[in-house]
């Protein structure tokens, strides 16, 4: 099981390649890849392969408890957490990848991701799943 980030379900539809069983995926993340094929303009076909891989993907919604996590999250990733001391520079990370972070490490799944946003979080305990497309 794991958590997969936008990258990895674009690079999957622009492979036209299906998506592994046991993959969860974020509420944030379907915003994002609805207003990414918006805003690349992506065709009737591509939309219907990624409203196919929203049907197999299991969402999970965030809560108060997640918000929670995003707040120490965003907080340790700018080395301003109380308890928890980042080990490198700060980092300044998209609200949505905060987000998504929040949410894998909440439901205790790795995130798998294609980039490198969310390297200096393995120091917080997010787990990372690195996908090579």
Same mark, same amino acid.
């Given at each position: ?18 998506c ?11 915003g ?9 303009? %992506?065709? &009737? ?8 891989? *929203? +049907? @197999? ?23 301003l ?12 990370m998209?609200?949505?990848?905060? %987000?998504? &972070?929040?949410?894998?490490?909440f439901?205790?799944?790795? *995130? +798998? @991701? ?20």
């Amino acid at each position: 099981m794991v958590l997969l980030d936008t990258n990895v379900i674009i690079g999957y539809i622009r492979k036209d390649v299906s998506c592994p069983p046991e993959r969860f995926i974020s509420i944030i993340t379907v915003g994002e890849l609805k207003a990414f094929s918006i805003k690349s303009k %992506w065709g &009737a076909e591509k939309r219907l392969r990624l409203n196919k891989y *929203l +049907q @197999t993907l299991q969402v999970l919604d965030i809560d108060e408890k997640i918000s929670d996590i995003y707040a120490e999250i965003d907080a340790f990733s700018q080395g301003l957490h109380p308890e928890k001391k980042l080990t490198i520079s700060s980092r300044n990370m998209g609200k949505n990848d905060l %987000w998504i &972070a929040a949410t894998a490490y909440f439901f205790d799944i790795p *995130l +798998q @991701t294609t980039d490198n946003d969310f390297d200096h979080l393995t120091e917080f305990g997010l787990k990372l799943d690195k996908a090579s497309l």
